[in-house]
């Protein structure tokens, strides 16, 4: 594992702690994943600003660089429901974490459990559960 993790390009407004998507149309670059996307990874906990009432931070702006925790990374992600330790994650439609069942495609697995909207610990993995 590198002693950092890599950055890649963001083509919209990434959150903090949520699944990424490779962009399709640009290299090196990453979205925001959504419910089905194949995930690279989970942005990272930081945010590019201050937390302010009321103003949602972001990891990074549209064509800014975002640090990416990818394969074998332990990170944390947003959980979009309720998580268990051990529970196989993917990404819910905002790129929060949901466990993933048969025949599903995972990218993490919670290392600790969590309610929706909390941070979970995690480590970034992919895998396919047997259907």
């Known amino acids: 594992m590198p002693a950092q993790s890599p950055s890649f390009i963001a083509k919209g407004d990434i959150e903090p702690s949520v699944f990424v998507q490779p962009d ?3 290299d090196h670059a990453i979205l925001q994943a959504e419910a089905g996307d194949e995930c690279l990874g989970v942005s990272h906990e930081g945010t590019r600003e201050a937390p302010v ?8 702006k549209a064509n800014e660089s975002c640090q ?4 074998g990374w332990p990170c944390e992600i947003i959980a979009g ?3 268990v330790n051990g529970d196989k994650l993917k990404s819910d439609a905002n790129g929060h974490a949901i ?3 048969a025949g599903d495609a995972f ?3 919670a290392r600790a459990g969590a ?3 909390e ?8 895998g396919l559960i047997p259907a």
């Open 119 to 126: 941070r979970v610990k995690a480590t970034v993995t992919r």
């Open 107 to 109: 990218y993490a697995v």
């Open 115 to 117: 309610a929706a909207g």
């Open 53 to 60: 009432e009321g103003v949602t931070p972001l990891a990074a």
């Open 99 to 101: 466990k993933a069942v």
């Open 81 to 83: 429901a309720t998580l």
């Open 68 to 71: 990416v925790y990818t394969d």
């Open 24 to 26: 399709p149309t640009n």
